[in-house]
């Protein structure tokens, strides 16, 4: 069996390259003390003189051009005829000189497997008996060629056996090696992915995901496409591209489009372990002699329902492998539990950052919303507009219908508020009581004004229709304005002021809106009192 590489060539041509220098230097000691049996010492000299030459030529061939197998077999056989031309010079005593042929076994033995080994015993053999012919000398066929054949032969077999033993037991402790050294990279790689997916901020784990297939795990694209809970549609997307990859090759250009069809999300929601698929073609179709592009689907299983699935692949046509589906397996693994423990961390921190009754958000996160917001306005010289919101006689409402009805009128209005900051890209929050505040960033007094207007007649008309359901009256709500850096200079003061204006609305008679800046320090009126 041939084990042998071409990545091992040229190491073991250097070895051989090195051994024939030191054959070529026994033979030069060995012509001196041959004087006392028959011996042509013109053959003799030829041959090293021929060998030195030769060898230099495989030298330069070795350490300056590339070396290939079929060079490795060409000098095994020049070695041999030289040997053989080298032993002729001996006259009688050829068969003594047999075992010489041995340079020749040993350095097929390093080259190439059992076969050729043997097969090199063989030529040898042919050649020595072609040295016993033409030398004319008459000769034992018994002693003289078959006696050193036999030694020739068994000499191979050993050989070529041990080594290729040797050769077998090296190539299992590489192949130990690599996969000790694989598994190490993957529990590394593992590391990363998981300090890597691993945040609590939801965008973050998810951007995280797609980063770590391209830039750790080494893939050319990745999306990942989340479902929407309790159902198997397609809710968002994101996509990474490895970065070290500056230019596109023309081969990326024609590859199809990284997007799932409807059919395929669902189906790979179905899933448990990562698989290939061939990439729905579309319009572009492979080339002649192009493999179609694959694609590997890494279903993401949630302990209740599947989250969603990530897509990523290769390079055109660079085959997929084991080891890339159980490395997108434990990617797998860690993905979903960061995104699980990403979204009860939001559900936790969102519960911890709202109002009980209301679901708009509490106090403490209203106060440093604002100071934010104010902060961010301050550096970029932009306005922020606060809205105080009041419902208007809310005690005598509890007094008289009771408290949980009195609770019902706070949700309706928080309804409210919240399609109102909505449209006007702000936030609500609840104040305290019946009490409640929406921060308008970038708004100017105007435009404050305006929304504060429109909110005030939601708030008549939404809960008037909501309370009706419970057999209930609607209410109405007073609201003061102030605005950043016009009224107030921080968070406190603007609060102060947007109260201050609230409340003139509210001596007016309730149901209007009222601006912080009127000629009696209180509030400005801006709408006349509703019905």
Known sequence: MNLISYKDISEIEKDIFLLRWIAIIGGIFLIPIADDVQMNSLVAWTVVLVGI??????????????????????????????????????????????????????????????????????????????????????FSPTSQFLAPCALVLLAATLLGYFAHRVRRWQLDKELKEKRLERKVNELSILQEVSSAVHSLRSGDVLCNIVDVSTRVLGFNRAALFLAKPKSQELEESFFSVRS?????????????????????????LKRTKPFTVTAPQGESAPLEGQEPHQWIIVPLQGAEEPIGVLVVDYDHNEPIEESDLDMLAGLASSAVLAIENSRLHNRVQRMANLDGLTDLFNHRYFQESLRQKLSTAKELS??????????????????????????????????ALAKGARQWEGMAARYGGDEFVIILPKADKEEAAEAA??????IEEMTAVELSKHNLPGVTASLGVATFPVDAGDA?????????????????GGNRVCQFGA???VGAETNAKRG
């Open 53 to 138: 030459l030769y060898n230099a030529l495989v030298g330069y061939i070795l350490f300056r051009r590339s070396y290939s197998i079929s060079l490795s077999y060409v000098t095994s056989i020049i070695d041999a005829i030289l040997l053989s031309v080298y032993i002729s010079a001996y006259g009688s005593l050829m068969n003594e000189y047999a075992p010489i042929y041995l340079f020749s076994l040993l350095t097929a033995a390093m080259r190439f497997g059992f076969i050729e080994t043997v097969l090199m015993g063989l030529v040898d053999c042919l050649l020595y008996g072609a040295v016993l012919l033409v030398s004319g000398r008459p």
């Open 519 to 521: 000629p009696d320090v």
């Open 453 to 458: 207007e429109q909110i005030c007649r939601w």
């Open 244 to 268: 070290s990859r500056p230019h596109r090759s023309p081969l990326e250009a024609l590859l199809p489009p990284f997007q799932l069809t409807e059919e395929m999300f669902a189906t790979a």
């Open 382 to 415: 932009q306005t922020v507009s606060l809205l105080m919101v009041e419902v208007d006689k809310f005690k005598k409402y509890n007094d008289t219908y009771g408290h949980q009805q009195g609770d019902l009128v706070l949700k309706s209005v928080a309804q």
């Open 492 to 508: 406190s003061s603007l609060i102060d002021a947007a109260d201050q204006a609230m409340y003139s609305a509210k001596r007016k």
